[in-house]
């Protein structure tokens, strides 16, 4: 498996990884991929895809967010192909995406989700930061990831980038 940055040609895969994770429970992530690419807060840098036999498995994005203002990064969605999940996938696009974010010295990452299943990863509760979420009942879900770049003086309240707002 390689993982790699998004290329123009891996949009419709991109698109299908994302439909097939979230069949389940879809709740608009395969348009919020599409809207965050046309957004101002869309990072090239911090699209990657997983690649196994030529084929686009999974996808993670982090795009622009802020704390208080200041920027930050909000993670999501991570998506892999139902074929391929449990074979850690999701694992090596996050560390991956978590190490690119670390390189351009960004201060921290921000995601809603399964506290067991990020915290392998260092995330923990941003209340413990002093960072609130955008909506106060996902509080025991929300969670951050501090980087190299992180000062404890970045607090307050976290916003995604204006795409998120659509769901």
């Known amino acids: ?28 992530e395969e348009r919020l991929v599409d809207w965050l690419r046309a ?10 895809v997983a690649v196994a036999d030529g084929v686009v498995v999974g996808h993670v994005v982090c795009t622009r967010a802020t704390v208080d203002g200041a920027p930050a990064l909000g993670l999501g969605p991570l998506s892999v192909l139902p074929t391929h999940q449990r074979a850690g996938v999701g694992k090596a696009l996050v560390h991956a995406v978590l190490g690119a974010a670390d390189a351009l010295d960004e201060p921290l990452v921000v995601l809603l989700g399964s506290p067991e299943y990020y915290s392998r990863f260092g995330f923990r509760l941003a209340s413990e930061y002093g960072i609130t979420p955008p909506v106060a009942e996902w509080s025991p879900h929300f969670q951050v990831r501090t980087l190299s770049a992180y000062h404890e003086g970045l607090r307050g309240a976290f916003r995604y980038s204006e795409p998120f707002d659509r769901l």
Do not use: K, Q
């Open 1 to 28: 498996m390689l993982i790699r940055r998004e290329v123009p040609a891996d949009v419709d895969a991109i698109r299908t990884v994302t439909e097939a994770a979230f069949a389940a429970r879809p709740a608009g």
């Open 39 to 48: 957004d101002e807060g869309w990072l090239p840098a911090l699209s990657l």
